[in-house]
């Protein structure tokens, strides 16, 4: 394994980068390198079609070119690198506003990730969404709220430590019932098995 955080700059909406300094490897894809530049990170590695780009790039980063047209995204594309160069957990910024289509095709991607056993998240504009699958993660409490939503036909859920408890509960992909959930004292936890789920943090 080459390092343990990779984090993935996309090319939807401007947001902070708060946290990447945490990142080993940092990834821009497209117009993540002009959100990168704007803030003064330097990326270790370039990829994308650059259809969102116009600007010069450096010549001494590296590049992956993509075709304009091609299956994955390029957000996909850098989560795939990602992952084979052994990367154990993977951040996405600038990966949550601008067109829904890619925002949901991000969260699929955040699946492909939980189905390889690489934790995930997209983080950004006072939201964080991890997507876990038969596995426990820990919520730090915070002034907001949290959801837990099914990516799989049924994921069996339990919440601990929150206003709306579940203990081995069925969650279907159809109905969001676990929407909108807050903190009792300290840290939640959610345990996710025999499916995925998206937890989703809010801040108020």
Known sequence: MTA????IISGGERDTLNGIEEC???????????YARE???????????????????????PRLSL??????TDTMAAVRCAIAQGFCELRLYCALGGRTDHLLGNIQALSFCAERGVR?????GGCRIDVIRDS???????????????????STVTIENAKYELSGALLT?????????????????????NGTAAVIRIKE
């Open 4 to 7: 343990a955080k990779c984090g």
């Open 67 to 72: 075709p304009a047209e091609k299956d994955d």
């Open 120 to 124: 995930a998240a997209i983080i950004g």
């Open 136 to 154: 426990d993660i820990s919520l730090e409490k915070q002034n907001g709220y949290f959801s837990v939503i099914s990516l799989s036909d049924v």
């Open 24 to 34: 080993d490897f940092i990834i821009a894809c497209d117009r993540g390198y002009q």
């Open 173 to 193: 992909n159809s109905f969001p019932i676990g929407v909108s959930n807050r903190w009792k004292n300290g840290a939640a936890r959610v345990r996710v098995r």
């Open 39 to 61: 803030a003064g990170v330097r990326p270790d590695l370039l990829i994308g079609d650059f259809d969102s780009y116009n600007g010069p790039l450096p010549e001494d980063i």
